[in-house]
């Protein structure tokens, strides 16, 4: 005969394996899904200053400043495995100092249930678009992407890049008004 114990164990282990298997069927329905999805950016205003970057050193470096448009629908990728989604805008340029540059300027945090149709008009980037030098100023092909990571219930956690991005190009003056 067993003891209480023993069967209370037992119970838990085989109630514990049910919910791994569970939780496996859960993470193969959703792995092959394709989760990309059409994005449509613009700029609508971009400027170059020359500052000092206090929180690195005193010289004199690039501080970008733009405003962007961004259209797209994202309420197709979640499904009963998505819990959120975490975007982010980012900027890709190369300098003669550094052959790639990425910047974040942007991100967004969308949860299940939330509205996830973007329609932003004339937005301002949430970070600084700052250079580690004066690789802005009169760069003609810097690229906006949008991206994401899908945070699930169980599985991978995907870094999804959007069809569509959009290349613009600094001027070759800097600004002197106040932004």
């Known amino acids: 005969m067993h003891s209480v114990l023993q069967r209370g164990n037992a119970i838990l282990a085989y109630a514990l394996s049910v919910l791994a298997f569970l939780t496996f069927l859960c993470f193969a329905s959703t792995v092959f899904l394709d989760y990309r999805t059409k994005a449509d950016m613009n700029t609508v205003k971009v400027v170059v200053k ?77 970070y600084y678009f700052w250079d580690d030098g004066n690789g802005l100023k009169g760069n003609k092909n810097v690229t906006l992407t949008l991206s994401w990571n899908i945070i699930p219930n169980a599985g991978l956690l995907p870094n999804i890049f959007s069809h569509g991005s959009h290349s613009f190009k600094f001027p070759v003056e800097y600004t002197t008004s106040r932004m």
């Open 50 to 126: 020359n500052v000092p970057d206090y929180s690195a050193s005193r010289e004199k470096n690039d501080l970008g400043f733009l405003t962007f448009d961004l259209q797209t629908d994202l309420s197709h990728l979640f499904n009963w495995n998505v819990k959120q989604l975490f975007l982010y805008l980012t900027a890709e340029y190369e300098t003669p100092s550094n052959q790639l540059n990425q910047v974040v300027l942007w991100d967004k945090i969308i949860l299940r249930g939330e509205n996830a149709v973007l329609d932003f008009k004339n937005m301002n980037t949430k």
